[in-house]
């Protein structure tokens, strides 16, 4: 059974059910980006489902910066060709 919330739609809350929802949904790979878009750029008229789609689209991005960041440390070191190495040794040694 729901709630009623004497609010307007734009403004009803998002239940837990919803949030757990919604966050499995934005988690597919390319259809969660695309639905993530949608209701962060003004798809949705609820607030609060576009608050969370953008605090979702900021954690998405911060992600994709600092996954970047680390594969450049790690280009840049030899990290890559180290584990590359280290990994055909361990097959060679079988």
């Known amino acids: ?4 919330y004497n609010v307007p739609a734009e403004y009803q809350p998002i239940s837990m059910w919803g949030y757990f929802g919604y966050s499995l949904l934005f988690s597919i790979p390319v259809v969660g980006f695309i639905i993530i878009c949608v209701f962060s750029f003004g798809g949705t008229r609820n607030i609060n489902k576009r608050n969370f789609a953008r605090s979702y689209f900021c954690g998405f991005i911060i992600a994709v910066v600092i996954i970047a960041f680390a ?16 990994l055909s040794s361990i097959f060679r040694s079988q």
């Open 1 to 4: 059974m729901s709630k009623q």
């Open 71 to 86: 594969m450049l440390i790690a280009f840049l070191t030899g990290g890559v060709s180290a584990f590359s190495s280290w």
